[in-house]
T-cell receptor, first 116, second 109 residues
């Protein structure tokens, strides 16, 4: 079966440009997560959706970061006015169950974002 | 979530068992132990999780000590494709995973 799909796989943007990263979760998965992974570090939580509701956005580093999941399936992470420190791999994960469960999260292979 | 401590790196010969330790001395009674791994240029891959009993699946075994303050992930017959960073995470009914820096396992021929 299909796993979590992310696109584009690589994105290069100039500083100050806006970017949009897409995540297609596993079909039927209720929960969706975004993580940011800097080079040589473990992933860090950004935000969490249960269906279309964004229940936790405590990890978003600034108001330039915005995520949405309008129909409870595909999600988009948008970064406005990109800066060099935004360069990282952005990972999406989905989970079958609703919040506060011990169902494992399944990850996509991420989008590698480079800001010049 | 409780903090975990893992060795920075380990080596293992191909075909031998790889035993990856994790300390989580501040774990509380309802926190689960999760293991993920990340192969270069891929997203983290779920391996196994457990609460207090030992667990086994097609990928690995998880041994949790009786006091639950430490655990060991066992890959019974390591292959070159098991070379990866392995993350031990302690989690209790929270939405997010908190990753540390993990253990870099190198399997050599």
């Amino acid at each position: 079966g299909a796993g979590v799909s992310q696109s584009p796989r690589y994105k290069v943007a100039k500083r100050g440009q806006d970017v949009a990263l897409r995540c297609d979760p596993i079909s039927g998965h209720v929960s969706l997560f975004w993580y940011q992974q800097a080079l040589g570090q473990g992933p860090e939580f950004l935000t969490y959706f249960q269906n279309e509701a964004q229940l936790d956005k405590s990890g978003l580093p600034s108001d330039r970061f915005f995520a949405e999941r309008p129909e409870g399936s595909v999600s988009t992470l948008k970064i406005q006015r990109t800066q060099q420190e935004d360069s990282a791999v952005y990972l999406c994960a989905s989970s079958l169950a609703q919040r506060a469960s011990n169902q494992p999260q399944h990850f996509g292979d991420g989008t590698r974002l480079s800001i010049l | 979530d409780a903090k975990t401590t893992q060795p920075t790196s380990m080596d293992c010969a191909e075909g031998r068992a790889a035993n990856l330790p994790c300390n989580h001395s501040t774990i509380s009674g309802n926190e689960y132990v999760y293991w993920y791994r990340q192969i270069h240029s891929q997203g983290p891959q779920y391996i196994i999780h457990g609460l207090k009993n030992n667990e086994t699946n097609e990928m690995a075994s998880l041994i949790i000590t009786e006091d639950r303050k430490s655990s060991t992930l066992i890959l019974p017959h390591a292959t070159l494709r098991d070379t990866a960073v392995y993350y031990c995470i302690v989690r209790f009914l929270t939405d997010k995973l908190i990753f540390g820096t993990g253990t870099r396992l190198q399997v050599f021929p």
